[in-house]
């Protein structure tokens, strides 16, 4: 485990940690000394390895399987977690779906559950922590966004909403809670190496990944793609006392992408 405890004696809760940028938030929070409850909803074995790997560093985590979305299962897990741990000082909510449908072929169906996953089950994790961190003095909450908040790409017309509205909702909620000493922020990833990126590429050929790969790593400043560490820093960082000022900000991690002139 590392030597920082920037999170000595905190509790931490990640959704969506049973991959990608999810797990590694979850591994670091626990490096950084806080006892981390890991949720996941589809992947139950995925979300019990992200446990186990915690436990492996000698680290404190419980596995609670929650779909973020249903309301019943969200009040599950915050009471479970103050149960286990006594209380919530840290909440990531990372969670997140999408498909890539043009918007006049997509279900009604596959709309809800991207709305549901993504903005309703942010904003549920959130409504049901405050109260366990008003009981703490204090807390942090971070909603994993996305460039696509601000960048248009075709097919992810309600991911790209969803991910637009969990900023909105970080800042508004921000001054709603500040008098709590709760502070509530959001991260913005552009391009990182998670199984999601890998779902994207699964169809293409040696050379077509090379030229994608390629083009993604030209469209930002710094030539390259991310790792889900990078994210994972960032959310330990806003989430200890040393980010104590800033609450309804969004940050960017995405080596300059949204920075980058496009020609």
Do not use: H
Not at 139 to 167: D, E, H, R, W
Request: charge should be negative; include cysteine.
């Amino acid at each position: 485990m590392s030597d920082r405890y920037l999170l000595k004696d905190k509790v931490a809760l990640v959704t969506g940690a049973g991959a990608g940028i999810g797990r590694s938030s979850a591994i670091l929070l626990a490096r950084a000394g806080a006892s981390v409850v890991v949720c996941n909803d589809k992947n139950i074995e995925a979300g019990n390895e992200t446990m186990n790997i915690i436990k492996s560093e000698g680290g404190k985590s419980t596995f609670i399987r929650t779909d973020v979305s249903n309301n019943d299962e969200v009040k599950i897990l915050i009471s479970r977690t103050k149960e286990i741990y006594g209380g919530l000082d840290i909440l990531f909510c990372n969670a997140g779906i999408t498909n890539y449908v043009d918007l006049a072929e997509m279900a009604e169906p596959d709309i809800d559950r991207i709305l549901d996953v993504n903005l309703k089950g942010s904003i549920l994790c959130a409504k049901y922590a405050i109260p366990l961190m008003q009981e703490r003095g204090g807390g942090s909450i971070v909603f994993c966004s996305s460039v696509l908040n601000m960048i248009g790409f075709p097919q992810c017309v309600v991911y790209s909403a969803t991910k637009a509205g969990q900023i909105s909702a970080a800042r508004t909620l921000a001054v709603e809670v500040g008098k709590y000493n709760i502070r509530v922020n959001s991260v913005s990833p552009g391009t990182i190496n998670t199984p999601m990126l890998e779902r994207d590429m699964v169809d293409m050929n040696a050379d077509q990944v090379q030229e994608y790969t390629k083009k993604v790593c030209n469209a930002n400043a710094l030539g390259r793609i991310g790792e889900p560490e990078e994210v994972g820093n960032a959310v330990v960082w806003l989430s200890s006392s040393e980010a104590s000022y800033i609450t309804g900000a969004n940050l960017y991690i995405d080596g300059g992408f949204t920075a980058v002139k496009r020609i």
